[in-house]
């Protein structure tokens, strides 16, 4: 069965750039009946869709966040990666990675990583 | 962009009691609806898709009914292990989250 392991800094400074990456086990990234997201959820608050990408490179983005977003996929690796820019406080969650079956639901998702956004 | 309103905010709810949580969406989603599980500091879990089939492994005390705009999530007897968060999800158009409902102990 699939399982997602996010991973990278829990601390990021403010105007850098927080990168994350999701490594997927038990299946392959190439599948043609997934796309992989990444949702996060501020401390305390709700969850948030950030964006999708299909294996081909093809890549959805929350246009609240768009501008700051970049998504990309390494099919070798079975890895895809989260980069967003400009970040402030207000970007401080756990961001989590999801599996996404034919662009609609999320299952199953990461543990979750808390990303700070501190000096 | 499409706003999910989930209402209430939090239920208070005796184990063994049945729980109803309401989903709203501000434009019709069709039956594109999700609802997910979250217990504190877990990843939200997966209970229904398609607004009414469990996934796989959910307990059939978990039902999902609605289409269009108002939808909701039944637990037709609550358990120690079902007081948690309540999200609903739809993936008609781009993918938005309601606000969550909190089901807690009475």
């Known amino acids: 069965q699939l399982q997602l392991q996010e991973s990278g800094p829990g601390l990021v400074k403010p105007s850098e750039t927080l990168s994350l990456t999701c490594t997927v086990s038990g299946g392959s990234i190439s599948s043609s009946s997934y796309y992989w997201g990444w ?46 820019s400009s970040v402030t406080a207000a970007d401080t969650a756990v961001y989590y990675c999801a599996s996404q079956e034919n662009y609609n639901w999320f299952d199953p998702w990461g543990q979750g990583t808390l990303v700070t956004v501190s000096s | 962009e ?33 609802w997910y599980q979250q217990k504190p500091g877990q990843a939200p879990r997966l209970l229904i898709y398609g607004a009414s089939t469990r996934a796989t492994g959910i307990p059939a005390r978990f ?43 009475k």
């Open chain 2, 63 to 105: 039902s999902g009914s609605g289409s269009g705009t108002e939808f909701t999530l039944t637990i037709s007897s609550l358990q120690s292990e079902d007081f948690a968060v309540y999200y609903c999800q739809q993936y008609n158009n781009w993918q938005t989250f309601g606000q969550g409902t909190k089901v807690e102990i």
């Open chain 1, 39 to 84: 949702i996060r959820q501020p401390p305390g608050k709700g969850l948030e869709w950030i964006g999708s990408i299909y294996y081909s490179g093809s890549t959805y983005y929350n246009p609240s966040l768009k501008s700051r977003v970049t998504i990309s996929v390494d099919t070798s690796k079975n890895q895809f990666s989260l980069k967003l």
């Open chain 2, 2 to 34: 499409i706003v999910m309103t989930q209402s209430p905010a939090t239920l208070s709810v005796s184990p063994g009691e049945r729980a109803t949580l309401s989903c709203r969406a501000s434009q019709s989603v069709s039956s594109n609806l999700a």
